[in-house]
């Protein structure tokens, strides 16, 4: 207890320190630039808008893509009347219900980055999607409404199933909403529509029913449900380290398995989604595909093929460790050494680059 106090302290004054620090830098800083923007301290406005937003996000995916195949998990619990089921579904939403209010929190938090930073902007957006930002609200209040009946109506609602799994797709509808409506702000930010030659608003459906809003859409959808696994699979491998008896081993261990397998499920679809999205860009601007995937961001390209080949590899290598925990899975062993082989050839094709990152001083010097 003594050792926890003290972390405790140092964490508060490391916070304190850390605080008056930056009310001291921005006291230092001018308040507005020549532009009319603000400037945040150390980092820029453009990092610290950044790394909220990423936050924000990766919440963001974990609340929407849980609730999907935690929903699918319930149902098939009351078609199979397996309690496990049931009790798998009650784990994803609990790791759904500890995440919200964080999400909710990097969400305000954001809001207020742009308010305070980007005054202009926001102001400009706002112009344009305030009906849809209202909406957006509503439905927040709504999906948290629903969350709360959906976690603390397990147990009073045990016998009246068919209520409980309507309020899940009440709440998966509510975060799909949630989605599409934050889509098409962001795709509107990459392919304005609905704007005359000066910028001014002609149509607010066509700004947000923009070119590349659908398939956005379709690609998050997917990629928040195999992030949403892999989360799952890792809280999973978490409380299996912690479990104090071989039965609740045995049952973080079936849950690792479920999220892995969802997530791997959910990953081999994504890139097809991802094909689309961006022929899409393409399609919409030529220049902007080109400097994304061949330009100065070509290297980010790279890395994420490093990541994705390192997902494919460390999600066989768990179902692997998981095979030798099963009874006459040995007669499968034999045919790991080749599917690592394909798995590894695979990545090499994916992850060497195609073309070569270069300045654009240097992409004129080669033509």
Request: proline share 3%.
């Amino acid at each position: 207890m003594k050792q926890a106090g003290v972390r405790l302290w140092v964490i508060v004054i490391l916070v304190g320190f850390v605080t008056l620090s930056a009310l001291s830098a921005m006291a230092e800083t001018p308040l507005k630039s020549e532009n009319g923007y603000q400037a945040f301290p150390f980092v820029g406005s453009r990092i610290a808008v950044w790394v909220i937003a990423q936050l924000h996000l990766n919440f963001a995916a974990l609340i929407l893509g849980v609730p999907i195949f935690a929903l699918i998990v319930e149902i098939v619990g009351v078609r199979t009347k397996d309690p496990r089921y049931d009790w798998l579904a009650k784990e994803f939403t609990r790791l759904v219900f500890a995440a919200f209010s964080t999400t909710a929190v990097f969400g305000a938090l954001l809001l207020f980055f742009f308010i305070t930073l980007y005054p202009k902007f926001f102001a400009y957006m706002a112009d344009i999607f305030s009906p849809s930002m209202w909406v957006y609200a509503l439905l927040f209040f709504g999906e948290t409404f629903t969350l709360y009946l959906y976690y603390y109506g397990w147990e009073p609602l045990k016998h009246r199933k068919g209520l409980h799994i309507g309020l899940g797709v009440l709440l998966n509808l509510f975060g799909v909403l949630i989605m599409v409506i934050s889509n098409s702000w962001a795709t509107f930010m990459m392919s304005p529509a609905g704007l005359d030659q000066q910028g001014n608003l002609i149509s607010r459906w066509a700004a947000f029913t923009n070119f590349t809003w659908m398939p956005i859409n379709i690609h998050r959808f997917i990629a928040n449900i195999s992030f949403g696994g892999s989360v799952a699979a890792a809280y999973a491998a978490y409380r299996f380290l912690g479990a104090g008896s071989d039965e609740e081993r045995a049952e973080y261990d079936w849950m690792g398995y479920i999220g892995n397998f969802v997530a791997v499920s959910a990953l081999l679809v994504l890139p097809f989604a991802g094909y689309w999205l961006g022929r899409e860009i393409y399609a919409f601007n030529q220049q902007m595909g080109i400097t994304m995937m061949g330009g100065f961001l070509s290297w980010l390209w790279i890395i994420q093929a490093v990541l994705i080949g390192v997902l494919f590899l460390g999600s066989n290598y768990y179902l692997w460790l998981g095979m030798a925990r099963i009874r006459g899975a040995e007669r499968y062993r034999p045919y790991v050494k080749w599917l690592l082989l394909v798995l590894t050839a695979g990545f090499l094709v994916w992850a060497t680059p195609h073309s070569l990152v270069a300045s654009l001083e240097e992409a004129r010097r080669m033509g």
